[in-house]
């Protein structure tokens, strides 16, 4: 695989004020998080609000959202209603298919995909567990199989109303797609929402807990991964150990070593790598992204590149430590040898630049927001 770093399109894309203020914005060629950083921004609690979106960007369309009146409507196009009793069937599909403040009730598949996602925060997560947790292809022929299921399961009434409910095609080339860092989880993922999917009331009580226990797995992986850089496992869980609420713990206890201080540690560096790995992706258009584990492939398939991509790395290195001149301490980090090669080296010494400037300049509060 070729790997080329372009300096002017690092300038073009980093730099602003003619070229001489540098301003940390990734995600414009590598997408790693869907998180920002900015400090008043609130915070996802939970994902009741995006499954509908996740459901949809898989499936690659857009729901028409629907309200009672309009769907009383149609179903009397198609619906004989004796006379003075249209009031009344309006009454009962209101209160069997949706709240009282007009929301629709989340009864099945399809009625999950009806749940409007209106934050940009919340659909920026729904778009990122679609392209990281499983194969959309895999996915999507899950869902498929699940919503025949429901129409041969659901009585003539129900199955009349689903018809109602419309649909159009969604696509979006131009978007760059999250990059996977971990592939572990995947296979769990996919036949975990396949067991889901098979029954109606499964579908309604677990998926949501279902995608909040991956996001957490697949990002606590991830962030884990990250830290080992090029000697990380793309196939591999790391292991994280937890207590039970109720367990009494200790400080030598694995789940205080090896749990979630050891996590905690590895997320607070993430815009860091996100970043770095910004930098790391300035390449011409049309190649595939790359991460610090794909780079290490690509060392050691071909040892003879590691010098080249080594100096290409220092030569943005160099630009934009020069950029940087409020991070004294930035001045006293010293380049370590790896046993990896040289490129190994340029890119700690790129991370540790990046981190050391956020963590010591005002841009930390962005840093750890």
């Keep these: 695989m070729e790997y080329t770093l372009i300096e002017e399109l690092f300038r073009d894309n980093f730099f602003v004020d003619n070229g001489t203020k540098f301003r940390h914005t990734p995600g414009k060629k590598f997408k790693l998080f869907p998180f920002i950083t900015q400090p008043n921004s609130a915070a996802v609690l939970d994902l009741d609000h995006l499954v509908g979106r996740f459901l949809c960007q898989i499936e690659c369309k857009k729901v028409e959202s629907i309200k ?205 790598h996100a970043v770095v790995l910004e930098i790391l992706n300035q390449t011409p258009d049309g190649t595939f992204p790359v991460d610090y584990i794909e780079l290490g492939k690509i060392i050691r398939e071909a040892p003879e590149l590691d010098e080249q991509i080594a100096t290409q790395i220092a030569k943005l290195t160099d630009c934009y430590r020069k950029s940087i001149t409020d991070c004294p301490e930035m001045n006293n980090l010293q380049k370590v040898t790896f046993l990896q090669g040289k490129t190994a080296s340029e890119i700690k010494y790129l991370y540790d630049s990046v981190r050391v400037q956020f963590e010591n300049t005002g841009r930390s509060r962005a840093y750890n927001s």
């Design 68 to 272: 009672a009146n309009a769907l009383v409507d149609l179903l009397k196009e198609v619906t004989d209603i004796e006379a003075g009793q249209e009031e009344l069937f309006y009454e009962v599909v209101s209160h069997m298919f949706f709240y009282s403040d007009g929301r629709i009730r989340p009864l099945n598949l399809q009625m999950l995909e009806q749940i409007p996602c209106e934050e940009s925060s919340e659909r920026r997560i729904a778009d990122y567990l679609v392209d990281v947790l499983g194969d959309r292809i895999v996915l999507k022929s899950q869902i498929e199989k699940a919503h025949q299921h429901l129409l041969s399961s659901s009585n003539v009434f129900e199955r009349l109303v689903l018809s109602k409910l419309s649909t159009k095609a969604n696509i979006d080339d131009t978007v760059i797609p999250y990059f996977r860092v971990t592939e572990a989880v995947k296979i769990l993922f996919e036949e975990d929402f396949a067991y889901i999917l098979e029954t109606q009331n499964r579908t309604k009580d677990y998926l949501v807990p279902l995608l909040e226990f991956y996001f957490f797995t697949y990002t606590a992986q991830a962030c884990l991964q990250l830290n080992r850089f090029m000697d990380g496992e793309r196939s591999r869980n790391l292991p994280l150990y937890f207590c039970l609420e109720w367990e009494k713990t200790s400080q030598s206890r694995q789940c205080f070593t090896e749990g979630w201080q050891l996590l905690q540690n590895a997320i607070e560096k993430i815009f860091a």
